[in-house]
């Protein structure tokens, strides 16, 4: 029997009564579609082995990363400054967008900072906000270079460093608090309280961060303080103006009043 279109299914196999049939429409079927099977099967393994190799390759660069991280941190705790400065700098060398390379260029920047060394400590800390693997790192870092600007007497350049890019939530009242400390610095008393308040509104009230907020904003000047200084500047001269000039005799006074 021969088959016709009416009772072919969509794979053409059905309506083959026999099984030399079935093979031979089989052998059709396959000599028109097996090298787009044996296509997607070759890619698909690629695809998977592509996605071991990957995972294997990272797991082992974690691995390594970590144990020369470890390396650091161990001398960090015997006050080793010059094995940080040389474990760090392998680290970044190695593996600078990762993790580990962002904590191993913080503990560079300190082994710097507590030098003296500000230029290496920024240079540091330049470095993870360039190679963050994340943006949270990124904000420590952006955190940490102002704090060097500002010991090195530069808020100005804190405050570039500060507003270059937005940082994530969980560092914005820091952020907004050294903000104000370096509007403090620059004599900008009125945007440091903005700076101070914008932090405060951010901070839970009654917490520690709140409360030291709170005393910052006591201690600025009053707002109106420019402004009673400068009136009472220019009222003085009209007051003497209109006043009788007394002696030193009709005073009791020693000496003549300018």
């Keep these: 029997m021969v088959p016709t279109d009416s009772n072919q299914g969509e794979n053409g196999l059905e309506g083959y009564g026999t099984d030399s049939e079935q093979i031979e429409a089989l052998r059709n079927w396959w000599q028109k579609n097996g090298r787009y099977v044996t296509t997607g099967l070759v890619i698909a393994a690629l695809v998977v082995a592509g996605w071991l ?7 082992r660069q ?12 161990l001398a960090e705790q015997k006050g080793d400054v010059n094995a940080i400065v040389k474990n760090a700098h392998a680290l970044i060398g190695e593996y600078p967008g990762t993790a580990y390379g962002a904590l191993a260029a913080f503990a560079l920047a300190r082994a710097e900072f507590v030098q003296q060394h500000y230029d290496k400590a920024q240079s540091a800390l330049r470095h993870v906000i360039n190679n963050a693997p994340d943006r949270g790192f990124a904000s420590i870092a ?26 994530a939530e969980a560092f914005s009242v820091s952020a907004a608090t050294l903000r104000g400390a370096a509007y403090q610095a620059l004599g900008r008393v ?39 200084t400068k009136k009472v500047v220019h009222a003085a001269p009209v007051q003497s103006a209109t006043q009788p000039r007394t002696t030193a005799a009709g005073s009791g006074a020693s000496g003549a009043t300018p």
Aim: proline fraction near 4%.
């Design 142 to 167: 952006r955190l940490r270079l102002a704090r060097v600007q500002m010991q090195q007497g530069d808020p100005k350049e804190a405050l570039a460093t500060l507003d270059k890019s937005k940082f």
């Design 190 to 228: 009125a945007d440091a309280r903005n700076a101070w308040r914008a932090a405060q509104s951010m901070s839970e009230p009654g917490s520690s961060r709140y409360q030291l907020l709170a005393m910052r904003l006591a201690g600025l000047p009053a707002a109106d303080a420019d402004l009673t």
């Design 53 to 59: 190799l990957w995972n294997y390759w990272q797991d």
């Design 62 to 73: 974690a691995s390594a990363a970590a144990g020369l991280y470890a390396t650091v941190v």
